[in-house]
């Protein structure tokens, strides 16, 4: 649980995509210096589906979907309600800087679903790249985040087919 309860809580939505080359999708955060997956702030119009799947096209160039089942007999067209999918994970994790605040992060296993050139933008990043397993080993990445992609990498169903 996060030790201070008076800062700001933000939620944001990330993604881990697999390719089927067994490589995960990794960006290189300037302020941080460290390789992370492609995310951000979930918008107010946005459910955290629709973030994940923008921010990774926006800071990618890649389209993507979210590997899942989600339970479509839940949903009720007549009352506008539907079935988000569930986060792979949620970590509330404490950013520092001008104004400390946590971020609620809902990561989700992703996969490709159209091909493009990676793109990534030079203001915010230093670089994009696919990488393997044993690769992310020697990568400057956070301890958890590193811990986060082995278990991601060693579970069967990363880069299955999203279906409903």
Not at 16 to 22: K, W
Not at 70 to 81: A, N, P
Not at 114 to 119: A, C, G, M, P
């Amino acid at each position: 649980m996060n030790k201070n309860k008076d800062l700001e809580k933000h939620f944001t939505a990330s993604a881990i995509v697999i390719n089927n080359e067994r490589k995960v999708l990794l960006v290189y955060h300037k302020k941080l210096n460290v390789w992370l997956y492609p995310g951000g702030h979930i918008e107010p119009y946005e459910t955290p589906d629709e973030t994940v799947i923008r921010e990774v096209k926006e800071e990618t160039g890649l389209d993507v979907e979210i590997v899942g089942k989600t339970d479509s007999s839940l949903s009720d067209s007549k009352k506008d309600v539907s079935v988000l999918h569930n986060p792979y994970v949620i970590l509330c994790e404490r950013i520092l800087g001008v104004k400390e605040h946590y971020h609620i992060d809902m990561i989700y296993k992703c996969t490709i679903i159209r091909e493009s050139k990676l793109r990534y933008d030079k203001r915010e990043s230093n670089g994009i790249g696919f990488f393997s397993q044993s690769e992310i080993q020697d990568l400057p990445l956070f301890p958890n985040f590193r811990n986060l992609i082995n278990k991601a990498f060693n579970e069967n169903e990363i880069g299955a087919t999203n279906s409903n």
